[in-house]
């Protein structure tokens, strides 16, 4: 049973986004999916017919550059090279709807901070941006054997919709899931201290839990509920460090104001610091569209 079909890996020709495709490629082979190669070439124009001229031209070396990288790089995968030119976040998610993929694959930050503020400032334009999944990777993490999985749930759309996908992934690499509920702090600053989580509030938290636990996961699924209050980022990493997770599944939401300072920073500085591959993932536009192939 195939689960990804069309997977799109952006590659800036770094070392961090020679790992990323290596983890694409392992992917797809598992699935036989196509894997697409886009590298853009940065140009500040927003108007496309603008760049047909100096396209054709730049692209050719970058072209004959991707087709080296993969000869060396995806024995036995299907692939296609696409090189474009434009501003990157906003070419790589046009490609991924226009293309349809089921995932985007992309390397997250290099080391050196020069390319961590350029590279990273694409990825994280495009993890918020993105209708399609997201899998981050930063500098030496990799998927691994799979066997653990770590899925933060907020009972929202987009973070059911995360809980699915991660779900199917348990079931498709025989992983054991852990579902993890942050119960967020107060951002008013008081003279009081605050409350230690009291039982009925984790008590409604996992019987929240449970019950999504039941009916996503299913029976066979090997399953822990996890339930924290603070900083949603600061409980993930925590949770990542006790669990040892082989994966992070969240949701990447689509928000403004406070939705965004609670949950969608929380996604950025996920995959910012974590030390295994994060998969964000929002709920799709059409109910007629799976989240993920069963």
């Not at 981050?136 to 059911?160: H, Q």
Request: hydrophobic share 45%; with cysteine; glycine share 4%.
């Amino acid at each position: 049973m195939r689960r990804f079909h069309k997977i799109l890996c952006p590659v800036a020709f770094s070392e961090n986004a020679m790992a990323a495709l290596d983890q694409a490629a392992k992917l797809a082979r598992k699935d036989d999916a196509l894997l697409y190669l886009i590298h853009v070439e940065f140009v500040p124009i927003g108007d496309p017919t603008k760049l047909d001229p100096y396209a054709k031209v730049a692209t050719q070396p970058d072209k004959l550059r991707l087709e080296q990288i993969a000869r060396k790089h995806l024995a036995k995968v299907r692939h296609q090279i696409l090189v474009q030119v434009g501003r990157p976040a906003e070419v790589i998610e046009k490609a991924a709807e226009d293309l349809d993929v089921d995932l985007v694959a992309m390397a997250t930050h290099e080391r050196a901070r020069i390319d961590r503020l350029f590279i990273g400032s694409i990825a994280e334009h495009v993890l918020r941006s993105s209708r399609r999944p997201v899998l981050s990777f930063g500098p030496g993490t990799s998927i691994g054997a799979l066997k653990k999985i770590l899925c933060l749930v907020d009972f929202d759309p987009d973070s059911i919709a995360a809980v699915n996908f991660g779900s199917r992934l348990a079931q498709r690499y025989d992983a054991a899931i852990s579902l993890l509920r942050v119960v967020p702090m107060p951002f008013e600053p008081s003279e009081q201290p605050v409350e230690p989580l009291t039982p009925e509030w984790e008590q409604d938290a996992r019987a929240r839990l449970v019950k999504v636990a039941a009916e996503i996961l299913g029976a066979k699924t090997k399953c822990e509920l996890m339930v924290r209050r603070g900083d949603p980022a600061s409980a993930i990493l925590e949770a990542e460090k006790e669990l040892q997770p082989d994966l992070i599944v969240m949701a990447s939401h689509e928000q403004s104001g406070l939705g965004h300072l609670i949950f969608g920073s929380a996604a950025e500085r996920t995959v910012r610091e974590s030390n295994v591959p994060v998969l964000t993932v929002r709920r799709p536009q059409s109910a007629d569209r799976p989240v993920f192939q069963a």
